[in-house]
């Protein structure tokens, strides 16, 4: 049985960070971890896909602001968000699934947390 619990989403300012962690348990190799968002009346997008060896892929609206990172010893997904704006507010949900290739599209994850909101005021 596959587990993920996400937490650190917050109420921000514009231009402020954040950090998003996700506990997995039960993941077994192969295996990719994703973190989607959901914003009100938008459809749920991935914003960075980690593969098991930890290699991140971003969408373009958070390169260069958004750092993913994959602790196998904690069996943590972090997600760093860095100058936000307004644009970042939704729900932030960790996703993993048992495949040896990432996807972007949310129907290939079987696996899924509740999601931690983030809102970012301008």
């Known amino acids: 049985q596959v587990h993920l619990v996400e937490s650190g989403g917050d109420s921000v300012q514009a231009g402020g960070s954040l950090r998003l962690s996700c506990a997995s348990s039960?993941?077994?190799?192969?295996?990719?971890m994703a973190w989607f968002r959901q914003a009100p009346g938008k459809q749920r997008e991935a914003v960075a896909i980690?593969?098991?060896?930890?290699?991140?892929y971003y969408t373009d609206s958070v390169k260069g602001r958004f750092t993913v990172s994959l602790d196998n010893a904690k069996n943590s997904l972090d997600l760093q968000m860095d100058n936000l704006n307004a644009d970042d507010t939704a729900m932030y949900y960790c996703?993993?699934?048992?495949?040896?290739?990432?996807?972007?599209?949310?129907?290939?994850?079987?696996?899924w947390g509740r999601g931690t909101q983030v809102t970012v005021s301008a």
């Open positions: 996703a993993a699934a048992r495949v040896f290739y990432c996807y972007w599209s949310d129907d290939r994850y079987a696996y």
């Open positions: 980690t593969y098991g060896d930890g290699s991140p």
């Open positions: 039960g993941l077994t190799s192969p295996y990719c």
